[in-house]
């Protein structure tokens, strides 16, 4: 019985609480700034202090080193079909 009381009164909290949320307005710009917030809360990690012992991050800016074995000396040719004064104008069926 307990239980059922227990489970009645916070489904009635809760109830009432969206009722009450439905009727509670905020201007545009305390959303602006929640939203603000939110976004520097969720990326806290990468904007501040990460750079500095973060390992990772050294270790992606490193720049590749190209395998010179697999590099060709040959220039690559690049064939350009035509260009717009050879072509020929097309005729609509009319």
Do not use: H
Not at 17 to 45: H, M, R
Not at 50 to 55: G, L, V
Not at 73 to 80: C, D, G, K, N, Y
């Amino acid at each position: 019985m307990r239980v059922w009381l227990a489970c009645f009164f916070v489904l009635f909290a809760l109830a009432e609480f969206f009722d009450w949320l439905q009727k509670f307005n905020l201007p545009l710009p305390i959303y602006i700034l929640g939203g603000a917030f939110l976004a520097v809360a969720s990326n806290y990690d990468k904007i501040v202090g990460s750079s500095f012992s973060d390992t990772s991050i050294e270790a992606s800016l490193d720049r590749p080193q190209l395998d010179s074995s697999t590099s060709s000396t040959e220039p690559i040719s690049l064939a350009i079909a035509n260009s717009v004064e050879n072509a020929q104008p097309v005729k609509a069926d009319e």
